[in-house]
């Protein structure tokens, strides 16, 4: 093969096609051309040849010799621009490389690109020195792995497609190595796809943005840095391969798990990363679709802001403490039909050889079981027992498990309901029997709880509850011994009241008012055992015990009922009450805490 005229020297890291762009650019070659003089295309052949993506993974010797050979490289430079060096490193390398050969052609596994990687705009405009003003920084061979999805001497997310005509608008998995090689005279930066305008199937005009001159950067978080920093290191073709292999091949089995289970998911992802991540989601079919749940688990997305998002979680979830019951959560809620369950199987074993021990200690109950048990699985305990619930979901748990599923239901519902299903899932017993064990008068649960009556007009409130319960069971199981036993709370004060003496000294302790004086009869006490009651043992105001009133003729009764709600909202409910109230509010909050110390020590109680 004789030697070009000119050639170049590679930049660190730069790719194949990277290379055959900027070489083109010099020569004032199309790179169809440069292909040709260089041995990458038969020397005859004068038709468009697509380049084949074999030239990046697995080139021939002879071919890749003669290549180095025409562009004045050694061997070795030459083979560097390509990923030959990683097929002991990166599982989906390894994957295609042992695809048969069909038409010439292996079959391409989705975590590897082709055809337009992602890129960095700053490292495509280059390092300002004369060779890179002229023909532009490197495209970078890293940039064809998918779990590359930043760059990290810039702290930027790479982007994955021109920002003009916003192509490619699908994946190239598989496609030609270079868009339009027999495009002359473009810039190695410039877009080759076909211009906006042009028309469909027009081959003529390219759309020709300068991808170097995007200024728009997206930062990704410390955390994600990080991960990518790890995964780069790893990829070290001077390190072992094997912990690699297994790192990387952990990561991808989760983010295919992850978004296989998506929208139920979404709860995983930080706030500011949920949005990005549902819009790639909802751009596909709808995810009970059987063929479009195992295209999702198998497929790395395109957008690098996507797939690092994914791969962030799913870094997480393999070194949480938590890891098996928050992976069993989403199967039960996800993988919910047998058909979905067999796909998972499939998934699992096509990747089992090369994921590491922990993950398949995380998947072991799921391993363990063949398909045709699959159906059966049955979760281990929660780690909590019902003594640790209280029959009014206490109100951090709810702004901190169930307030961001965005419920479209009254709160007060939704925190009875917690309470019950908590109990349920810790002494697996039916939603009357979990009520019974609450105190919760069981005509005051509400209907179609079991079946998701429930939550009519609510689409995805059933499992985004079942989501947030499994969250919060799992911290509980996590703290139980911070949590107080709220059964023992409640059977200390089944028929309690505040003692007429206490109340006196309670009282006493009000600050004295001109003019009328607040009344401070059995009514209000009966109102300020029931405030007491609800902070002792976390209970439902409507459900609390009313000693005083049931004694009371029946007429009374109705009188005390009609006031109660007025009363109890002064107490508890108004944010500014009036110095009588807030001073009160205070009193018995103060009495209510001593109370729980006694209760939790078993001292008797005297009414």
Same mark, same amino acid.
């Given at each position: 093969?004789?030697?070009? %005229?000119?050639?170049?020297?590679?930049?660190?890291?730069?790719?194949?096609?990277?290379?055959?762009?900027?070489?083109?650019?010099?020569?004032?070659?199309?790179?169809?051309?440069?292909?040709?003089?260089?041995?990458?295309?038969?020397?005859?052949?004068?038709?468009?040849?697509?380049?084949?993506?074999?030239?990046?993974?697995?080139?021939?010797?002879?071919?890749?010799?003669?290549?180095?050979?025409?562009?004045?490289?050694?061997?070795?430079?030459?083979?560097?621009?390509?990923?030959?060096?990683?097929?002991?490193?990166?599982?989906?390398?390894?994957?295609?490389?042992?695809?048969?050969?069909?038409?010439?052609?292996?079959?391409?596994?989705?975590?590897?690109?082709?055809?337009?990687?992602?890129?960095?705009?700053?490292?495509?405009?280059?390092?300002?020195?004369?060779?890179?003003?002229?023909?532009?920084?490197?495209?970078?061979?890293?940039?064809?792995?998918?779990?590359?999805?930043?760059?990290?001497?810039?702290?930027?997310?790479? =982007?994955?497609?021109?920002?003009?005509?916003?192509?490619?608008?699908?994946?190239?998995?598989?496609? %030609?190595?270079?868009?339009? %090689?027999?495009?002359?005279?473009?810039?190695?930066?410039?877009?080759?796809?076909?211009?906006?305008?042009?028309?469909?199937?027009?081959?003529? =005009?390219?759309?020709?943005?300068?991808?170097?001159?995007?200024?728009?950067?997206?930062?990704?978080?410390?955390?994600?840095?990080?991960?990518?920093?790890?995964?780069?290191?790893?990829?070290? %073709?001077?390190?072992?391969?094997?912990?690699?292999?297994?790192?990387?091949?952990?990561?991808?089995?989760?983010?295919?798990?992850?978004?296989?289970?998506?929208?139920?998911?979404?709860?995983?992802?930080?706030?500011?990363?949920?949005?990005?991540?549902?819009?790639?989601?909802?751009?596909?079919?709808?995810?009970?679709?059987?063929?479009?749940?195992?295209?999702l688990m198998n497929t790395a997305p395109a957008d690098a802001a996507v797939c690092g998002a994914l791969l962030g979680v799913a870094d997480s979830l393999l070194f949480a403490t938590n890891s098996w019951q928050r992976i069993m959560s989403l199967f039960e809620v996800s993988f919910d039909t047998h058909d979905s369950r067999m796909s998972w199987f499939r998934f699992y074993d096509r990747h089992k050889h090369t994921c590491s021990q922990r993950l398949h200690e995380i998947l072991k109950p799921l391993v363990n079981a063949t398909p045709a048990t699959a159906d059966r699985f049955v979760p281990r305990g929660p780690g909590f027992a019902p003594h640790h619930i209280p029959a009014f979901l206490e109100q951090d748990w709810h702004e901190r498990f169930v307030q961001p599923a965005n419920i479209p239901l009254d709160e007060r519902l939704v925190r009875r309901c917690a309470a019950i299903q908590l109990v349920r899932r810790a002494a697996h017993c039916d939603t009357r029997e979990a009520a019974l064990l609450l105190g919760i008068p069981t005509d005051k649960v509400p209907r179609g709880i079991d079946d998701d009556r429930f939550w009519i007009g609510a689409k995805d409130a059933p499992t985004d509850f079942r989501i947030a319960m499994t969250e919060l069971g799992l911290h509980l199981g996590e703290n139980t011994d911070r949590l107080p036993d709220y059964q023992r709370r409640r059977d200390a004060l089944r028929d309690w009241v505040l003692p007429q003496n206490d109340w006196r000294d309670v009282t006493a302790q009000l600050p004295r008012t001109f003019g009328k004086q607040p009344v401070l009869d059995d009514r209000k006490r009966q109102v300020a055992s029931i405030f007491i009651w609800t902070r002792v043992t976390g209970g439902e105001h409507l459900f609390a015990p009313r000693p005083l009133e049931q004694t009371q003729p029946q007429h009374i009764r109705r009188a005390w009922a009609a006031r109660r709600p007025t009363t109890w909202h002064q107490l508890a409910g108004r944010p500014d009450p009036g110095p009588h109230y807030a001073t009160l509010r205070r009193l018995l909050s103060k009495y209510a805490d001593d109370l729980v110390k006694r209760v939790d020590a078993g001292a008797l109680l005297a009414n």
């Open positions: 093969m004789r030697p070009l %005229p000119r050639s170049l020297d590679p930049l660190p890291g730069e790719s194949l096609p990277g290379y055959v762009l900027r070489l083109a650019h010099r020569l004032d070659l199309a790179p169809s051309d440069v292909a040709r003089r260089t041995g990458l295309l038969p020397a005859g052949s004068q038709r468009l040849v697509r380049l084949s993506y074999q030239l990046l993974i697995n080139p021939a010797p002879d071919i890749l010799a003669d290549f180095a050979a025409s562009t004045r490289l050694s061997y070795e430079e030459a083979a560097a621009l390509t990923l030959t060096d990683l097929r002991d490193h990166y599982p989906p390398l390894a994957l295609s490389l042992r695809q048969p050969l069909g038409a010439g052609h292996r079959s391409l596994d989705h975590w590897l690109l082709t055809g337009f990687p992602r890129y960095c705009s700053q490292c495509l405009a280059g390092d300002g020195s004369a060779i890179q003003q002229a023909h532009g920084g490197p495209w970078k061979k890293e940039w064809h792995l998918a779990v590359v999805f930043s760059c990290l001497e810039h702290e930027c997310f790479l =982007k994955h497609q021109c920002p003009t005509c916003h192509r490619p608008d699908k994946r190239l998995a598989g496609g %030609p190595l270079l868009i339009r %090689p027999g495009a002359r005279r473009l810039h190695p930066t410039q877009c080759r796809f076909p211009a906006p305008d042009s028309g469909r199937g027009a081959q003529g =005009k390219a759309c020709a943005t300068r991808l170097d001159l995007t200024e728009t950067l997206i930062r990704p978080s410390r955390k994600l840095l990080d991960i990518q920093r790890d995964i780069l290191s790893g990829l070290d %073709p001077a390190l072992p391969g094997a912990l690699t292999t297994e790192s990387l091949t952990d990561l991808r089995m989760v983010v295919g798990f992850i978004a296989a289970s998506w929208p139920r998911s979404r709860y995983l992802l930080d706030v500011d990363l949920v949005d990005s991540v549902n819009t790639y989601f909802q751009a596909g079919k709808s995810p009970a679709d059987r063929h479009y749940r195992v295209s």
